[in-house]
Protein backbone atom coordinates (compact mmCIF):
# COMPACT_ATOMS: atom_id res chain seq x y z
CA UNK A 1 0.00 0.00 0.00
CA UNK A 2 1.18 3.57 -1.06
CA UNK A 3 0.27 6.34 1.73
CA UNK A 4 -0.72 9.41 0.34
CA UNK A 5 -0.46 12.41 2.73
CA UNK A 6 -2.68 15.14 1.62
CA UNK A 7 -2.51 18.44 3.82
CA UNK A 8 -5.75 21.10 2.62
CA UNK A 9 -4.57 24.52 2.68
CA UNK A 10 -1.94 24.53 5.46
CA UNK A 11 -1.51 27.67 6.29
CA UNK A 12 2.17 27.30 8.44
CA UNK A 13 5.17 26.07 6.16
CA UNK A 14 6.88 25.04 9.32
CA UNK A 15 3.83 22.40 9.59
CA UNK A 16 4.58 21.76 6.01
CA UNK A 17 8.04 21.22 6.67
CA UNK A 18 7.44 19.16 9.95
CA UNK A 19 4.84 16.33 8.08
CA UNK A 20 7.73 16.11 5.21
CA UNK A 21 9.79 14.71 8.02
CA UNK A 22 7.30 12.40 9.12
CA UNK A 23 6.57 11.22 5.93
CA UNK A 24 10.48 10.58 5.90
CA UNK A 25 10.56 8.99 9.52
CA UNK A 26 8.00 6.28 8.79
CA UNK A 27 9.21 4.87 5.18
CA UNK A 28 6.68 7.07 2.91
CA UNK A 29 7.16 9.51 0.54
CA UNK A 30 3.82 10.85 -1.23
CA UNK A 31 3.02 14.71 0.02
CA UNK A 32 -0.12 16.20 -1.99
CA UNK A 33 -0.58 20.20 -1.11
CA UNK A 34 -3.81 21.72 -1.72
CA UNK A 35 -3.37 25.23 -2.21
CA UNK A 36 -0.73 25.63 0.49
CA UNK A 37 1.59 28.41 2.10
CA UNK A 38 4.45 29.64 0.51
CA UNK A 39 7.30 27.30 1.17
CA UNK A 40 10.23 29.14 2.27
CA UNK A 41 12.98 28.32 4.47
CA UNK A 42 11.20 27.82 7.55
CA UNK A 43 9.67 24.87 5.67
CA UNK A 44 13.15 23.79 4.65
CA UNK A 45 14.59 24.04 8.53
CA UNK A 46 11.78 21.81 10.17
CA UNK A 47 11.85 19.05 7.44
CA UNK A 48 15.57 18.77 8.01
CA UNK A 49 17.03 15.38 6.25
CA UNK A 50 13.23 15.07 4.56
CA UNK A 51 14.19 18.13 1.84
CA UNK A 52 13.16 15.39 -0.67
CA UNK A 53 10.19 15.15 0.16
CA UNK A 54 9.30 18.47 0.30
CA UNK A 55 10.76 19.45 -2.92
CA UNK A 56 9.17 16.38 -4.94
CA UNK A 57 5.78 17.45 -3.67
CA UNK A 58 2.73 17.98 -5.60
CA UNK A 59 0.97 21.42 -5.29
CA UNK A 60 -2.84 20.94 -6.52
CA UNK A 61 -5.52 23.47 -6.57
CA UNK A 62 -8.43 20.78 -5.60
CA UNK A 63 -9.08 18.20 -3.13
CA UNK A 64 -10.33 16.15 -6.13
CA UNK A 65 -6.87 16.58 -7.86
CA UNK A 66 -5.18 15.77 -4.93
CA UNK A 67 -7.15 12.02 -4.37
CA UNK A 68 -6.85 10.98 -7.99
CA UNK A 69 -6.17 7.29 -8.69
CA UNK A 70 -6.47 6.32 -5.05
CA UNK A 71 -8.14 3.59 -3.79
CA UNK A 72 -9.58 4.41 -0.30
CA UNK A 73 -9.59 8.06 0.88
CA UNK A 74 -9.71 8.59 4.71
CA UNK A 75 -10.79 12.29 6.16
CA UNK A 76 -8.80 13.18 9.52
CA UNK A 77 -11.03 15.15 12.20
CA UNK A 78 -10.66 15.82 15.73
CA UNK A 79 -13.61 14.87 17.97
CA UNK A 80 -14.89 18.65 18.12
CA UNK A 81 -15.27 18.28 13.98
CA UNK A 82 -16.73 15.00 14.84
CA UNK A 83 -19.71 16.50 16.99
CA UNK A 84 -19.79 19.79 14.44
CA UNK A 85 -20.54 17.49 11.52
CA UNK A 86 -22.75 14.89 13.30
CA UNK A 87 -25.34 14.87 9.95
CA UNK A 88 -22.32 13.62 7.74
CA UNK A 89 -23.54 10.41 9.63
CA UNK A 90 -20.13 8.45 9.16
CA UNK A 91 -19.27 5.91 11.85
CA UNK A 92 -15.62 7.29 12.85
CA UNK A 93 -12.55 5.33 13.32
CA UNK A 94 -9.45 5.35 15.26
CA UNK A 95 -6.23 5.27 13.05
CA UNK A 96 -5.84 1.98 14.50
CA UNK A 97 -9.33 0.74 13.08
CA UNK A 98 -8.08 2.18 9.61
CA UNK A 99 -5.01 0.09 9.88
CA UNK A 100 -7.31 -2.84 10.39
CA UNK A 101 -9.80 -1.80 7.05
CA UNK A 102 -6.84 -1.12 4.92
CA UNK A 103 -4.75 -3.67 5.68
CA UNK A 104 -6.06 -5.87 2.48
CA UNK A 105 -4.87 -3.19 0.00
CA UNK A 106 -2.55 -4.49 -2.70
CA UNK A 107 1.44 -2.79 -2.82
CA UNK A 108 0.69 -0.20 -5.34
CA UNK A 109 -2.87 0.90 -4.34
CA UNK A 110 -3.02 4.21 -2.74
CA UNK A 111 -4.68 4.74 0.41
CA UNK A 112 -5.06 8.91 0.94
CA UNK A 113 -5.12 10.54 4.28
CA UNK A 114 -6.88 14.58 4.23
CA UNK A 115 -5.71 16.71 6.98
CA UNK A 116 -7.65 19.47 6.88
CA UNK A 117 -6.14 23.16 7.55
CA UNK A 118 -5.12 24.01 10.93
CA UNK A 119 -7.92 26.63 11.79
CA UNK A 120 -11.38 25.07 10.31
CA UNK A 121 -10.29 21.44 9.76
CA UNK A 122 -11.44 19.36 7.03
CA UNK A 123 -14.75 21.03 5.68
CA UNK A 124 -18.40 19.30 5.23
CA UNK A 125 -17.50 19.15 1.14
CA UNK A 126 -14.01 17.76 1.62
CA UNK A 127 -15.43 15.16 4.31
CA UNK A 128 -17.69 14.33 1.69
CA UNK A 129 -15.13 12.66 -0.32
CA UNK A 130 -14.12 10.68 2.30
CA UNK A 131 -14.84 6.96 2.27
CA UNK A 132 -13.82 6.89 5.88
CA UNK A 133 -13.79 9.58 8.96
CA UNK A 134 -10.44 9.32 11.14
CA UNK A 135 -10.48 10.59 14.72
CA UNK A 136 -7.88 10.33 16.87
CA UNK A 137 -9.08 9.71 20.46
CA UNK A 138 -7.60 12.29 22.46
CA UNK A 139 -8.71 14.12 25.57
CA UNK A 140 -11.62 16.62 25.57
CA UNK A 141 -10.09 19.37 27.12
CA UNK A 142 -8.16 19.89 24.53
CA UNK A 143 -9.18 17.45 21.56
CA UNK A 144 -7.50 19.65 18.32
CA UNK A 145 -3.55 18.61 17.74
CA UNK A 146 -1.31 20.36 15.99
CA UNK A 147 -1.13 19.09 11.94
CA UNK A 148 2.16 17.70 11.97
CA UNK A 149 1.15 16.01 15.46
CA UNK A 150 -1.88 14.49 14.50
CA UNK A 151 0.08 13.38 10.77
CA UNK A 152 2.78 11.59 12.94
CA UNK A 153 0.20 9.72 14.90
CA UNK A 154 -1.86 8.56 11.80
CA UNK A 155 1.62 7.18 10.10
CA UNK A 156 3.20 5.51 12.83
CA UNK A 157 0.07 3.61 13.15
CA UNK A 158 -0.43 2.76 9.26
CA UNK A 159 2.93 2.14 8.93
CA UNK A 160 3.29 -0.86 10.87
CA UNK A 161 1.40 -2.41 8.38
CA UNK A 162 4.38 -2.14 6.00
CA UNK A 163 6.62 -3.99 8.33
CA UNK A 164 8.44 -1.03 9.98
CA UNK A 165 7.46 -2.86 13.53
CA UNK A 166 9.40 -3.11 16.04
CA UNK A 167 12.38 -4.98 15.69
CA UNK A 168 12.97 -5.27 19.77
CA UNK A 169 10.80 -9.02 19.55
CA UNK A 170 13.25 -10.16 16.71
CA UNK A 171 16.01 -10.59 19.29
CA UNK A 172 14.34 -12.22 22.32
CA UNK A 173 15.26 -15.90 23.08
CA UNK A 174 13.64 -18.48 21.71
CA UNK A 175 11.34 -20.79 23.41
CA UNK A 176 14.37 -23.59 23.35
CA UNK A 177 16.85 -21.55 24.52
CA UNK A 178 14.54 -20.95 27.38
CA UNK A 179 13.73 -23.98 27.98
CA UNK A 180 17.74 -25.26 27.96
CA UNK A 181 18.08 -22.60 30.24
CA UNK A 182 15.37 -23.60 33.00
CA UNK A 183 17.23 -27.44 32.63
CA UNK A 184 20.28 -25.94 33.20
CA UNK A 185 18.91 -24.09 36.06
CA UNK A 186 16.94 -27.20 37.58
CA UNK A 187 20.69 -29.48 37.29
CA UNK A 188 22.63 -26.48 38.90
CA UNK A 189 19.56 -26.36 41.92
CA UNK A 190 20.32 -30.18 42.14
CA UNK A 191 24.10 -29.24 42.15
CA UNK A 192 24.41 -26.81 44.96
CA UNK A 193 21.64 -29.46 46.78
CA UNK A 194 18.96 -27.36 47.15
CA UNK A 195 16.23 -28.51 49.13
CA UNK A 196 13.90 -30.74 47.07
CA UNK A 197 10.50 -29.95 48.59
CA UNK A 198 11.57 -26.42 47.72
CA UNK A 199 12.65 -26.97 44.07
CA UNK A 200 9.29 -26.86 42.50
CA UNK A 201 7.67 -23.91 43.61
CA UNK A 202 11.08 -22.16 43.21
CA UNK A 203 11.47 -23.62 39.53
CA UNK A 204 8.27 -21.88 39.04
CA UNK A 205 9.02 -18.77 40.32
CA UNK A 206 11.98 -18.18 38.60
CA UNK A 207 9.62 -18.89 35.47
CA UNK A 208 7.61 -16.68 36.20
CA UNK A 209 10.72 -13.74 36.77
CA UNK A 210 12.08 -14.99 33.64
CA UNK A 211 9.26 -14.64 31.70
CA UNK A 212 7.88 -11.28 32.91
CA UNK A 213 11.72 -10.28 31.80
CA UNK A 214 11.45 -11.26 28.45
CA UNK A 215 15.11 -12.42 28.05
CA UNK A 216 16.91 -12.23 24.68
CA UNK A 217 18.72 -14.99 23.54
CA UNK A 218 22.16 -13.05 24.17
CA UNK A 219 21.11 -12.74 27.74
CA UNK A 220 20.17 -16.30 28.34
CA UNK A 221 23.69 -16.82 27.12
CA UNK A 222 25.31 -15.08 29.49
CA UNK A 223 22.44 -16.42 32.41
CA UNK A 224 24.28 -19.82 31.15
CA UNK A 225 27.57 -18.49 31.54
CA UNK A 226 27.38 -17.41 35.46
CA UNK A 227 25.61 -20.62 35.92
CA UNK A 228 28.60 -22.98 34.03
CA UNK A 229 31.11 -20.27 36.03
CA UNK A 230 29.60 -21.47 39.33
CA UNK A 231 29.72 -24.89 38.12
CA UNK A 232 33.06 -24.68 37.56
CA UNK A 233 34.16 -23.07 41.33
CA UNK A 234 31.88 -25.79 42.72
CA UNK A 235 34.03 -28.38 40.38
CA UNK A 236 37.36 -26.83 41.30
CA UNK A 237 36.76 -26.29 45.41
CA UNK A 238 35.85 -30.12 45.27
CA UNK A 239 38.89 -31.44 43.65
CA UNK A 240 41.01 -29.04 45.88
CA UNK A 241 38.97 -31.01 48.86
CA UNK A 242 39.36 -34.20 47.37
CA UNK A 243 43.16 -33.13 46.95
CA UNK A 244 43.51 -31.79 50.59
CA UNK A 245 41.97 -35.16 51.96
CA UNK A 246 44.17 -37.29 50.31
CA UNK A 247 47.11 -34.79 52.33
CA UNK B 1 -1.62 4.82 36.02
CA UNK B 2 -0.01 8.51 35.69
CA UNK B 3 2.28 8.86 32.70
CA UNK B 4 5.32 11.59 33.23
CA UNK B 5 6.97 13.01 30.57
CA UNK B 6 10.32 13.91 31.20
CA UNK B 7 12.46 16.14 28.93
CA UNK B 8 16.22 15.73 29.01
CA UNK B 9 18.18 19.14 28.27
CA UNK B 10 15.66 19.89 25.50
CA UNK B 11 17.20 22.65 23.53
CA UNK B 12 14.79 24.57 21.90
CA UNK B 13 11.47 26.07 23.21
CA UNK B 14 9.43 25.61 20.28
CA UNK B 15 9.83 21.60 21.03
CA UNK B 16 8.97 22.20 25.11
CA UNK B 17 5.70 24.06 23.93
CA UNK B 18 4.71 21.83 21.75
CA UNK B 19 5.64 18.56 24.12
CA UNK B 20 2.86 20.75 26.61
CA UNK B 21 0.13 20.86 23.33
CA UNK B 22 0.75 16.86 23.21
CA UNK B 23 0.80 16.03 26.83
CA UNK B 24 -2.66 17.55 27.21
CA UNK B 25 -4.38 16.68 24.03
CA UNK B 26 -3.72 12.95 25.03
CA UNK B 27 -4.95 14.02 28.71
CA UNK B 28 -1.83 13.72 30.53
CA UNK B 29 -0.19 16.51 32.99
CA UNK B 30 2.80 16.00 34.20
CA UNK B 31 5.77 17.48 32.71
CA UNK B 32 9.22 17.13 34.18
CA UNK B 33 12.38 19.52 32.25
CA UNK B 34 16.00 18.30 33.10
CA UNK B 35 18.21 21.55 32.94
CA UNK B 36 15.71 23.05 29.93
CA UNK B 37 16.36 25.73 27.24
CA UNK B 38 14.83 28.88 28.62
CA UNK B 39 11.06 29.18 27.89
CA UNK B 40 9.85 32.13 26.49
CA UNK B 41 6.98 33.88 24.20
CA UNK B 42 8.02 31.12 21.52
CA UNK B 43 7.13 27.77 23.87
CA UNK B 44 4.00 29.77 24.96
CA UNK B 45 2.85 30.22 21.63
CA UNK B 46 3.49 26.59 20.27
CA UNK B 47 2.06 25.00 23.38
CA UNK B 48 -1.28 27.29 22.54
CA UNK B 49 -3.88 26.20 25.11
CA UNK B 50 -2.26 23.69 27.14
CA UNK B 51 -0.08 26.82 28.92
CA UNK B 52 -1.42 25.34 32.27
CA UNK B 53 0.85 22.42 31.43
CA UNK B 54 3.33 24.27 30.73
CA UNK B 55 3.37 26.94 33.36
CA UNK B 56 2.88 23.70 35.83
CA UNK B 57 5.87 22.25 34.83
CA UNK B 58 8.94 20.88 37.04
CA UNK B 59 12.23 22.45 36.16
CA UNK B 60 14.96 19.84 37.84
CA UNK B 61 18.74 19.62 37.34
CA UNK B 62 18.69 15.66 37.03
CA UNK B 63 17.17 12.18 35.90
CA UNK B 64 17.38 11.40 39.14
CA UNK B 65 15.49 13.95 40.54
CA UNK B 66 13.13 13.58 37.52
CA UNK B 67 12.34 10.07 38.09
CA UNK B 68 11.22 10.18 41.76
CA UNK B 69 8.29 8.06 42.71
CA UNK B 70 8.02 6.26 39.67
CA UNK B 71 7.32 2.52 39.52
CA UNK B 72 8.42 2.04 35.48
CA UNK B 73 11.38 4.27 34.14
CA UNK B 74 10.95 4.18 30.29
CA UNK B 75 13.60 5.50 28.16
CA UNK B 76 13.02 6.50 24.25
CA UNK B 77 15.74 6.05 21.85
CA UNK B 78 15.59 6.24 17.81
CA UNK B 79 17.20 3.39 15.88
CA UNK B 80 20.21 4.87 15.76
CA UNK B 81 20.86 5.13 19.64
CA UNK B 82 20.19 1.66 19.67
CA UNK B 83 23.24 0.59 17.11
CA UNK B 84 24.83 2.73 19.02
CA UNK B 85 24.36 1.55 22.54
CA UNK B 86 23.68 -2.17 21.91
CA UNK B 87 25.97 -3.16 24.61
CA UNK B 88 23.51 -1.88 26.95
CA UNK B 89 22.19 -4.85 26.15
CA UNK B 90 18.54 -4.12 26.76
CA UNK B 91 15.61 -5.45 24.76
CA UNK B 92 14.06 -2.54 23.03
CA UNK B 93 10.17 -2.44 23.12
CA UNK B 94 7.95 -0.60 20.46
CA UNK B 95 5.02 1.98 22.18
CA UNK B 96 2.70 -0.83 21.62
CA UNK B 97 4.45 -3.22 23.70
CA UNK B 98 5.54 -0.49 26.33
CA UNK B 99 1.40 -0.41 26.71
CA UNK B 100 1.18 -3.81 27.57
CA UNK B 101 4.17 -4.04 29.76
CA UNK B 102 2.84 -1.10 31.85
CA UNK B 103 -1.32 -2.29 31.65
CA UNK B 104 -1.25 -3.22 35.11
CA UNK B 105 -0.05 -0.01 37.17
CA UNK B 106 -2.30 0.83 39.60
CA UNK B 107 -4.37 4.10 39.42
CA UNK B 108 -1.71 6.70 41.15
CA UNK B 109 1.09 4.94 40.06
CA UNK B 110 3.51 6.55 37.70
CA UNK B 111 5.26 5.92 34.49
CA UNK B 112 8.11 7.89 33.43
CA UNK B 113 9.13 8.00 30.40
CA UNK B 114 12.25 9.78 29.05
CA UNK B 115 13.31 11.75 26.29
CA UNK B 116 16.72 12.78 24.94
CA UNK B 117 18.04 15.90 24.05
CA UNK B 118 17.63 16.83 20.57
CA UNK B 119 21.22 16.50 19.09
CA UNK B 120 21.66 13.59 21.47
CA UNK B 121 19.18 11.91 22.44
CA UNK B 122 19.42 9.69 25.54
CA UNK B 123 23.05 9.14 26.83
CA UNK B 124 24.23 6.02 27.84
CA UNK B 125 24.36 7.02 31.76
CA UNK B 126 20.57 7.87 31.75
CA UNK B 127 19.80 4.76 29.49
CA UNK B 128 20.98 3.30 32.70
CA UNK B 129 18.46 4.47 34.58
CA UNK B 130 15.55 3.32 32.39
CA UNK B 131 13.37 -0.11 33.44
CA UNK B 132 12.24 -0.01 29.87
CA UNK B 133 13.91 0.92 26.63
CA UNK B 134 11.57 1.97 23.81
CA UNK B 135 11.94 2.59 20.13
CA UNK B 136 9.72 3.80 17.88
CA UNK B 137 9.60 1.79 14.66
CA UNK B 138 11.01 4.31 11.98
CA UNK B 139 12.64 3.94 8.71
CA UNK B 140 16.06 3.61 8.33
CA UNK B 141 16.58 6.08 5.76
CA UNK B 142 15.75 8.77 8.46
CA UNK B 143 14.91 7.61 11.71
CA UNK B 144 14.96 10.23 13.85
CA UNK B 145 12.06 12.14 14.91
CA UNK B 146 11.53 15.42 16.09
CA UNK B 147 11.56 15.76 19.58
CA UNK B 148 7.37 16.62 20.16
CA UNK B 149 6.36 14.12 17.47
CA UNK B 150 8.38 11.51 19.17
CA UNK B 151 6.24 12.26 22.50
CA UNK B 152 3.12 12.70 20.35
CA UNK B 153 3.14 8.89 18.78
CA UNK B 154 4.28 7.40 22.71
CA UNK B 155 1.08 9.37 24.52
CA UNK B 156 -1.10 8.27 21.64
CA UNK B 157 -0.03 5.15 22.29
CA UNK B 158 -0.23 4.72 26.04
CA UNK B 159 -3.36 6.79 26.26
CA UNK B 160 -5.47 4.42 25.34
CA UNK B 161 -4.65 2.82 28.04
CA UNK B 162 -7.07 4.52 30.08
CA UNK B 163 -9.57 4.81 28.27
CA UNK B 164 -9.26 7.62 25.73
CA UNK B 165 -9.96 4.93 22.97
CA UNK B 166 -11.99 5.69 19.79
CA UNK B 167 -15.84 6.06 20.67
CA UNK B 168 -16.68 5.81 16.92
CA UNK B 169 -17.26 1.60 17.59
CA UNK B 170 -20.08 2.47 20.24
CA UNK B 171 -22.37 3.52 17.06
CA UNK B 172 -22.04 0.61 15.31
CA UNK B 173 -24.98 -1.25 15.00
CA UNK B 174 -26.08 -4.74 17.43
CA UNK B 175 -26.02 -8.02 15.87
CA UNK B 176 -29.69 -8.49 16.52
CA UNK B 177 -30.34 -4.55 14.71
CA UNK B 178 -27.93 -6.37 11.52
CA UNK B 179 -30.06 -9.25 11.69
CA UNK B 180 -33.13 -7.68 11.40
CA UNK B 181 -32.24 -6.60 8.60
CA UNK B 182 -31.04 -9.29 6.95
CA UNK B 183 -34.36 -11.01 7.88
CA UNK B 184 -36.48 -7.83 6.49
CA UNK B 185 -34.00 -7.94 3.35
CA UNK B 186 -35.03 -11.64 2.78
CA UNK B 187 -38.86 -11.01 2.97
CA UNK B 188 -38.29 -8.17 0.52
CA UNK B 189 -36.77 -10.15 -1.51
CA UNK B 190 -39.54 -12.41 -1.75
CA UNK B 191 -42.42 -9.96 -1.78
CA UNK B 192 -40.67 -8.18 -4.74
CA UNK B 193 -40.41 -11.89 -6.24
CA UNK B 194 -37.04 -12.64 -6.61
CA UNK B 195 -35.92 -15.84 -8.16
CA UNK B 196 -35.19 -18.22 -5.37
CA UNK B 197 -32.21 -19.98 -7.13
CA UNK B 198 -30.76 -16.98 -7.14
CA UNK B 199 -31.81 -15.53 -3.39
CA UNK B 200 -29.11 -17.68 -1.47
CA UNK B 201 -25.93 -16.32 -3.04
CA UNK B 202 -27.34 -12.75 -2.97
CA UNK B 203 -28.56 -12.79 0.86
CA UNK B 204 -24.76 -14.04 0.93
CA UNK B 205 -23.25 -11.17 -1.02
CA UNK B 206 -25.16 -8.48 0.67
CA UNK B 207 -24.17 -9.98 4.19
CA UNK B 208 -20.44 -9.53 2.95
CA UNK B 209 -21.09 -5.76 1.60
CA UNK B 210 -23.09 -4.94 4.82
CA UNK B 211 -20.54 -6.74 6.78
CA UNK B 212 -17.71 -5.01 5.79
CA UNK B 213 -19.10 -1.13 5.67
CA UNK B 214 -19.90 -1.83 9.59
CA UNK B 215 -23.12 -0.30 9.91
CA UNK B 216 -24.20 1.90 12.48
CA UNK B 217 -27.84 1.51 14.38
CA UNK B 218 -28.74 4.61 12.09
CA UNK B 219 -27.77 3.55 9.20
CA UNK B 220 -29.69 -0.01 9.46
CA UNK B 221 -32.64 2.22 10.94
CA UNK B 222 -32.33 3.90 7.09
CA UNK B 223 -32.07 1.02 5.59
CA UNK B 224 -35.24 -0.60 6.84
CA UNK B 225 -37.12 2.60 6.62
CA UNK B 226 -35.83 1.90 2.38
CA UNK B 227 -37.58 -1.45 2.57
CA UNK B 228 -40.58 -0.04 4.31
CA UNK B 229 -40.83 2.87 1.90
CA UNK B 230 -40.63 0.46 -1.46
CA UNK B 231 -42.91 -2.22 0.54
CA UNK B 232 -45.52 0.63 1.09
CA UNK B 233 -45.19 1.59 -2.23
CA UNK B 234 -45.25 -2.13 -3.73
CA UNK B 235 -48.86 -2.43 -1.45
CA UNK B 236 -50.15 0.95 -2.51
CA UNK B 237 -49.37 -0.34 -6.37
CA UNK B 238 -50.74 -3.15 -5.75
CA UNK B 239 -53.91 -1.98 -4.09
CA UNK B 240 -54.47 0.60 -7.22
CA UNK B 241 -54.01 -2.17 -9.70
CA UNK B 242 -57.01 -4.04 -7.88
CA UNK B 243 -59.11 -1.16 -7.37
CA UNK B 244 -58.37 -0.73 -11.42
CA UNK B 245 -59.09 -3.99 -12.19
CA UNK B 246 -62.14 -3.71 -10.79
CA UNK B 247 -63.06 -0.83 -12.49
Known amino acids: MEIRTILVEPKLEENIGA ?3 V ?4 GCSEL ?3 KPANIGEKAKAVASHAYDVLSGCEIVDSVEEAIKNSVIVAGTTSRHGISANKHLRMPFFSP ?3 KEKVKG ?5 ILSVLFGSEDTGLKREELMLCDIVVCIPTSSEYPVMNLSHAVAVVLYELSEVEGAAAS ?14 FMHVKTFLDEIGY ?4 KEKTMLMLQRILGRAELTGREVQ ?7 KAEWKIGDVRTRNWLKEQG
Not at 23 to 26: A, L, P, Q, S
Not at 105 to 109: D, I, M, P, V
Open 32 to 34: YLV
Open 19 to 21: VAR
Open 96 to 98: RQL
Open 23 to 26: IKNF
Open 105 to 109: LGKSE
Open 195 to 198: KEHK
Open 168 to 181: GTEKLASVEAKERL
Open 222 to 228: TLRGILR
